[in-house]
């Protein structure tokens, strides 16, 4: 199921607090990124981040975002300023 551009309108919504924030349209899903930095995406209408060093212990769930990938972390939270450490931290650890 391919995700929908009003969920990536809520997304991005939710990442207005954090700076250059890009996204790129792929087989029906959108890939995220922050400073050319791919960080997660939307997949089937979930909001999925990369999971890194600095978010095991987090307590996000993890995702399948397609068959045969690796888990990625569901964002679950609609609050932009805890979303924005979260970005953070991922991008950090991705460096």
């Known amino acids: 199921m391919a995700s929908s551009k009003?969920?990536?309108?809520?997304?991005?919504?939710l990442?207005?607090?954090v700076e250059g924030i890009t996204y790129?349209?792929?087989m029906g899903e959108y890939m995220l990124y922050r400073d050319g930095i791919l960080f997660g995406g939307i997949y089937d209408n979930r909001f999925l981040i990369k999971k890194t060093k600095s978010?095991?212990?987090i307590g996000l769930k993890?995702?399948?975002p397609y068959q045969s990938?690796?888990?990625?972390?569901?964002?679950?939270s609609e609050d932009p300023d805890e979303i924005k450490v979260l970005i953070l931290?991922?991008?950090?650890d991705l460096k």
């Not at 009003?6 to 919504?13: H, K, N, Q, R």
């Not at 990938?69 to 679950?76: E, H, Q």
Request: hydrophobic fraction near 45%.
């Open 89 to 92: 931290l991922v991008i950090s």
């Open 6 to 13: 009003d969920y990536l309108e809520y997304v991005l919504e």
């Open 15 to 17: 990442l207005k607090e």
């Open 55 to 57: 978010l095991e212990n």
């Open 62 to 64: 993890e995702q399948i």
């Open 24 to 26: 790129k349209k792929m």
């Open 69 to 76: 990938a690796k888990p990625m972390l569901l964002v679950d």
